[in-house]
Structures are given as structure tokens and as C-alpha cells.
């Protein structure tokens, strides 16, 4: 079954004139905009013989914003952002304040060290590395061929 999107700008307001308006600029307004877009950073995972690596992209925050965390080989990353701006020389009509927060959980493989975890933010990326267990790391070592 496929769906097909029914235009006919002709009989748009036919049946109840300004209805569809009142939705489009209610969702096209940038207040409910804003929120109905979903605001969890990207992130890219890899792996190194020695490291896993892992890069959120979270730009304008500051890195008290963040709360890292383990429990129970599960690495918790919260960000909680408040700001408000208050000027105590003009009257106000309407005041806005801005309030953002978000949570990534990770669950860290068994060959991960939870307790060799450095964190490091720079130019809006988050860099987190989480070293492996001794008996993880790969050896690698040259086999001759007999």
C-alpha cells in the first residue's frame, strides 16, 4: 500500500476556510519548532587495540554542563543547561528562559576498563576514552609459515 499526498490548492479552504492556516502557522512557529526537534548530540564510536573512543558533538555548552557516569558497565553522559538573563534596568513584557538537558547511555563491552576513563572537551566535541582490560588488548605477533 503506498500513500499519496493529496494537493489541490483550489479546494484547499473549500469545506472550512482558514482550518489547515491555523495548524500551519501553529507547527511553522519557531517556540513549537524548536521543541519538536529532538536536540541529542551525535556520536561516533571506534576502537583502537588499547582504547575504546567515543565523540559527541555538542557545541555551545561548557564542560561543567557535563555528568559522566558508570553503573554497572553502563557509561551515562547528561548534560543539563539552564540559561537566564536578567537586566534589572527595563521593564519587561515577556521573558524567556532556556532550559536544555539531554542523556546518552553507552553499555561498555566486558574488555572495558570502567575505572581508566578520560574525558575531554574541546571545540564543541565531547572525547571520551575508555581504555581496555590488560587481558583484552590484542597482541598482535608475526606467525612463520613452516
Do not use: C
Not at 554542563?65 to 557509561?75: A, C, E, H, M, N
Not at 513584557?93 to 574541546?122: C, G, H, M, W
Amino acid at each position: 500500500m503506498s500513500l499519496v499526498k493529496w494537493n489541490n490548492d483550489k479546494n484547499r479552504n473549500a469545506v472550512m476556510p482558514g482550518f489547515n492556516d491555523i495548524f500551519e502557522s501553529f507547527f511553522n512557529d519557531a517556540f513549537v519548532s524548536d521543541r519538536l526537534v529532538s536536540r541529542v548530540p551525535a556520536v561516533n564510536i571506534s576502537e583502537t587495540p588499547e582504547k575504546f573512543h567515543i565523540e559527541l558533538a555538542a557545541p555551545g555548552l561548557n564542560k561543567q554542563d557535563f555528568k559522566i557516569s558508570t553503573k554497572r558497565g553502563v557509561l551515562t553522559v547528561a548534560v543539563e543547561q539552564r540559561n537566564e538573563q536578567t537586566e534589572n534596568n527595563k521593564k519587561y513584557n515577556k521573558r524567556e528562559f532556556s532550559y536544555s538537558s539531554f542523556v546518552r547511555s553507552f553499555t561498555l563491552p566486558e574488555s572495558a576498563d570502567d575505572s581508566q576513563i578520560d574525558a575531554v572537551y574541546n571545540d564543541g566535541v565531547l572525547k571520551i576514552d575508555v581504555a581496555k582490560k590488560e587481558e583484552a588488548k590484542s597482541v598482535s605477533r608475526q606467525i612463520q609459515i613452516k
